[in-house]
Structures are given as C-alpha cells and as structure tokens.
C-alpha cells in the first residue's frame, strides 16, 4: 500500500429524505480500500438509510456517491452491474431466499454473474459455506432449517460468493449470543485479511467495533459527528458520542476486560 | 489473454511443471477450469508436479480452488505435487481453501421407477388419509371453543367478528353479485337456446328457478368465498404462525382458536347463507333479464312461471347447504394456516392447499347432500 490509502467509497453531501425532514442531512464520508469501518448511531439515525443509498436502494436527493471510482447514479447499465458484482450485502436477517438451499443461495449470484461449470459453481461454494464455518452438509439444508447464527454465516458466504471487494454488513452479529457474535467477528477479520476485503459495517455492538473495526463513523442528526479509530471516540465532545462509548454500557464493558481471569 | 500466460506446461527431468500467470480469478475461471482439466491427459507419465504461480496478479477463491483442483487431482494418483512461488499475499486464501476438504459429490443413487412410482403413490395416499386428521383436530376444537363461549358469551370476540363479517361478507356482496347474475344470465341463455328446438322455452324458468336455488348459487357463492375468504384467512394465520404471533398469544393464556379461528368461522357461517342468498336471487335476476332480452319472455310470465315451478322447499335446500359449506371452508382454511412453517415457500403453498382442498371438499359435501335431500324426498 502506497502511503495514503486509496478511498474505495467516497459520499459528500449527501441528502437523503422520505416526504419531509431529511434522514442525512449533508453527510460525507470516505472509505479507505482495506478497511473495516463500524457505523454506529441511535435508532432511527439512518445508518441503514446510509448503507442502502449507497447500495443504490434508496434513491439520493443531492450530493455524490463514488463507488470504486464510478458514481452509480451516472454510470450506465453495464458499468452499474460491473460494480455490484465487485460488493457483497450481508442484509440484517440474512435474506436468504427461502426456496433455495443454502448451497444454491451461495451459488446464486455466481450463477448470474459468472460463466462457470456446474461442478466448479458447486465446489467453489462448498468452499465457500466450510471458510465461514459450515459444513458441507449444511450446504443442503433450506433456510428455515438454519438457526439464526448459520443464516448469517451463510448471508456472509453468499455475500462472498463473488469474491468482492466491498462487503456492506447490516448488523451482523445482531441477533447472536455473545460466544457467537465473537466468532463471526473473528471470522469476519480472518475473512477481510485473507480475500483482502474492505468491510462497511453497521453495527451496535461495542465489542464489535473494538475487536475489528479499523475505524468508527458515528451518524447523529443525518451527519457523521466523528470518525477515527474507536480509541479515539472517548475523546469526542458530541453528546450522543459521550453517552455512547462512556455510558453505562461502555463502562460495564472496561470494568468486565479490568478484572482478572479467575 | 493468452491462455499460454494463464497456465504453461512443460516437462523438466520428468517432472511436470506448469507456469501459472495473469489473474486466476472468477472472470477467468471458466478458461481456467479448462485448462486444469485438460492437464489429466498431459505427461501422465511424469511422477511428480510443481505449479509455479510466481506470475500470477490476480488471484481470488476460484484460482485457489483450481490451484487445490491440480494438487489433489495429483495426489490422488498417488504422486506428488505442490504450489511453489505464490505472491504472500494471496497465502492465507490458498491455505483457507486447502482446509477445505469437499468430497466429489455423489450422484444420487439412481432410482428405480418401477419402485419409485408406486411408492410416491403410496406416499400420497397415505398423505391424503393423514391431511384429514387435522381437519377433525380442528373441527374439534373449533367445537369445544364455541361450547365454552356459548357457556360464557362473554368470551366472544365481538370486535373481531364484527371485522370479519365486514371483510367476507359485506365487502363480498359486489362480486358475489355480479358473478351470479352473469351465471344466471347464462344458464337462462343456453335453456332458451336448446329448449327452443322442442318449443318448451317456457320449461326454462323451472330450469333456472330450481337449478340456482337448489345448487349453482351456493355452489358459486361458496367456492368464491373459498377463494376470497378461505385463503385469505389462510395467508393471515399462516403469516401470524410464522412471526410467533400464535405462540405468543398461547403464552399468554389464551387460546388461538378461540381468540382467531372461532371469529373467523362465526363470521363465514354467518356470512355465507346471506351471499347465498342475495347471489340467488342476482343469478334470478339475471336469468329473468335474459329471459326477457333474450327470449321475448316477459317480465311478468316469468314471475308467474317461477311461483308455480318453484316452492319453498328448493330454496330452503340451498339454504339449508350453505352453513355447512362456510364451516367446511372455514376449518379447512384455519388448520391449513396453522400448518405454515418458517418459510414464504410454505405459506404459499398452504394457502394454495387450502383453496384447493376447501373447494373439493365443499362440491363432495353438496353431493353429500344432494343423496341426503333424495333420501328425505325434499
């Protein structure tokens, strides 16, 4: 990497609104290449509004959205495909289609994007379903045989499917006791180091964000209040930042790490 | 890009060795695969193999798999093979891959239709016998739900049986009239059509007195509630089913059927005599217009005719039907929204059962019936 990170994702001034009052307001915001951003902020900030706007689900009312150098809204059709092909969504629930095995969700986006055989199409999936932790015999289960911590790592492996270069999480160890979420943020780490990826994440957990994240964003009143690593966010002055990393929770938090093993 | 760049084979003191370059990536995979595969044939004699992937730039989990593909493809001849020279950075990826351990998928073990046919037939007919079971579950309990309220009015969900009668019954009559006058229309259309032959045009008010009253109007009033009603009942429980709504409901000391199902049910056996009986006297209607427009029969004569070919007792046998029919439609409706499991596929899928199976159901009943009103002479 060549001194000054190359920024994969770039938003300014961005509005974004439904009938009245904007949900972001004026909101920049880079991504480096390589980086695992946690995007916090309270219900209802628009962390999600953020996220699908620049998936291009929700349509902008001013600024610019730059994605891997091409701003969607003006590339054409090819170049709007070229480009989602190169980021994998991990939704909040997983949206697996409940029709398909998970093998065949994994498989899906290949099968629309790629000309490959069928046995290729199939063991390249397979792997994919064992390097988020499944195994092959998981691969034929339907989604309603999942529970809720396999529907997430099979999201993340059809997320994967493409071997993108951007990965957008949704809340994804919402939903997951403690003992998994801290594997699937392991796992997501291991995942980032090995294919090289830069993960956009929302999330609400701090252990999340100080276990993996590179850096933290934190969206208030539809703008990002403060951005840096999250040993910086203490720091902040803005209130919902304060409350956030030094309420109760957070402190709760440090006194758990503070005590001894016993 | 040449494939040469992407995979280059040569032998060196009897050893395989194969130069890969360029990008091994998804975009190229299918080149690549061929490529790979197409290596078996080559130098089958050399005993060991070294894939040098020194050249390549771009390299993701497809290159990885293909890479591994070569090494065990190798190895499972029992000779030796490895991946020298790959770029540090795309290590991890090759060594997550080769913990990956995939058997050749078996093909699935070749079935015998002499065997197969008759076991799926088999299969559904016992099916069959056991869908039954849980329309009597529920016939029982809707039973026992309505004895306990007819013990305690007060148990009756009035807000909510006065909400269902509005969605299938009120909301209903539009289109149940106008289904019913057009069948009206119609059958009076085709009697006059074919009657006239023998000049016994007259005979089509009986035709249609008596063929609406007894059976085609709450024929067609009950299978169009069994696809207005029924399955819309059917979507709503199921929906319920699948977000825990029922499970919660039971938790907190009440009972689904009583609280979901005896409303709903109420409000179709309540619902349904009153479409019948509005759909027969649309599909009157519009037998007399026709008869009228059509036939030159004029209004009068018909009302005349139909006093004499008519009485009470075609109407009450029509009437007497529709309870039945809303009950049969309702039960069916409700247990096959409580059967939903987790997934979208199989709320459709329920639903569309229920529609089917209340529809068969209540054409068997009014043949039921039709033996029973002979029997009785009615």
Redesign the interface.
């Known amino acids: 990497m060549d001194g000054v990170p190359e920024t994969i994702i770039r938003v300014r001034d961005l509005v974004v609104g439904f009938g009245g009052r904007p949900v972001l307001d004026g909101l920049s915001l880079d991504v480096r290449r390589g980086e695992i951003l946690g995007l916090v902020g309270g219900s209802g900030s628009g962390k999600s509004v953020l996220l699908r706007t620049v998936i291009g689900l929700i349509p902008k009312r001013q600024g610019a959205i730059e994605v891997l150098g091409v701003d969607p809204d003006h590339a054409g059709e090819e170049a709007r495909r070229a480009i989602e092909r190169r980021w994998g969504i991990l939704f909040q629930h997983g949206a697996l289609f409940s029709s398909l095995t998970a093998r065949e969700n994994v498989e899906f986006p290949m099968r629309e994007y790629l000309d490959v055989s069928d046995r290729l199409r199939s063991e390249v999936a397979t792997a994919k379903l064992e390097m988020v932790g499944l195994t092959p015999a998981d691969g034929d289960k339907l989604p309603s045989q999942l529970s809720g911590g396999m529907t997430k790592r099979v999201a993340l492996a059809r997320a994967l499917a493409l071997d993108p270069e951007i990965v957008f999480l949704d809340e994804p160890t919402s939903g997951l006791d403690p003992i998994s979420a801290g594997d699937f943020d392991v796992l997501i780490r291991t995942l980032q180091q090995t294919l090289g990826l830069t993960v956009f994440m929302i999330t609400h957990d701090l252990d999340s964000l100080h276990a993996i994240s590179n850096r933290v964003a934190v969206l208030a009143e539809g703008k990002v209040v403060a951005i840096g690593p999250v040993a910086t966010m203490a720091a902040s002055e803005h209130p919902w930042v304060k409350t956030y990393f030094r309420g109760k929770r957070a402190r709760l938090r440090e006194e758990r790490l503070a005590q001894p093993v016993s | 890009m040449d494939p040469e760049r992407l995979l280059h084979s040569g032998i060196v003191d009897g050893r395989l060795v194969l130069s890969a370059g360029g990008s091994w ?3 190229r ?2 080149e690549l ?1 061929l490529l790979v595969d197409g290596l078996g044939g080559k130098a089958s004699d050399a005993a060991s193999l070294s894939l040098d992937m020194r050249g390549v730039d771009a390299f ?3 290159g990885a ?2 890479a591994e ?1 070569i090494v065990r493809d190798w190895r499972a001849r029992g000779r030796e093979a490895q991946i020298v020279g790959l770029a540090e ?1 795309y290590r ?2 090759l060594q ?2 080769q ?5 050749a ?1 078996e093909g699935a073990a070749k079935e015998n239709w002499l065997v197969s046919v008759p076991e799926r037939i088999g299969r559904s007919v016992v099916a069959l016998g056991r869908d039954f079971v849980p329309f009597l579950d529920m016939l029982g309990a809707v039973v026992a739900a309505a004895g306990r309220t007819l013990l305690r009015p007060r148990l009756l969900r009035m807000t909510s049986l006065v909400h269902h009668l509005d969605r299938v019954g009120w909301q209903a009559v539009p289109i149940v009239l106008l289904i019913t006058f057009l069948i009206g229309g119609i059958i009076a259309q085709q009697g006059i059509f074919h009657f006239r032959k023998f000049g016994a045009d007259v005979y089509v008010v009986d035709m249609v007195g008596i063929l609406v009253l007894r059976e085609i109007g709450v024929l067609i009033v009950a299978i169009m509630v069994a696809g207005r009603s029924g399955s819309s009942y059917t979507a709503e429980l199921g929906s319920m089913k699948m977000r825990e709504e029922i499970d919660a409901l039971r938790t907190m000391g009440r009972d689904p059927v009583e609280v979901l199902i005896l409303p709903r049910v109420i409000a179709l056996v309540v619902a349904l005599p009153i479409l019948t009986f509005l759909g027969s006297m649309a599909a009157l209607y519009g037998g007399g217009l026709v008869a009228w427009a059509y036939g030159g029969m004029s209004p009068d004569i018909f009302i005349a005719r139909l006093k004499e070919a008519i009485s009470l007792t075609h109407f009450s046998v029509g009437m007497i039907k529709a309870p039945f029919m809303a009950l049969v439609i309702g039960i069916v409706a409700c247990s096959e929204g409580l059967r939903v ?6 709320l459709g899928l329920q639903t569309t059962t229920s529609v089917v199976k209340s529809i068969f159901l209540v054409i068997v009943l009014d043949g039921v019936f039709a033996m029973f009103f002979a029997a009785i002479d009615m």
Do not use: P
């Open positions: 990536t998804a975009i995979a299918r695969e993701d989990t497809f798999w293909l593909r950075r991890s990826l997550d891959v913990r990956t351990n995939i058997k998928e499991k987790g997934s979208a596929e199989s």
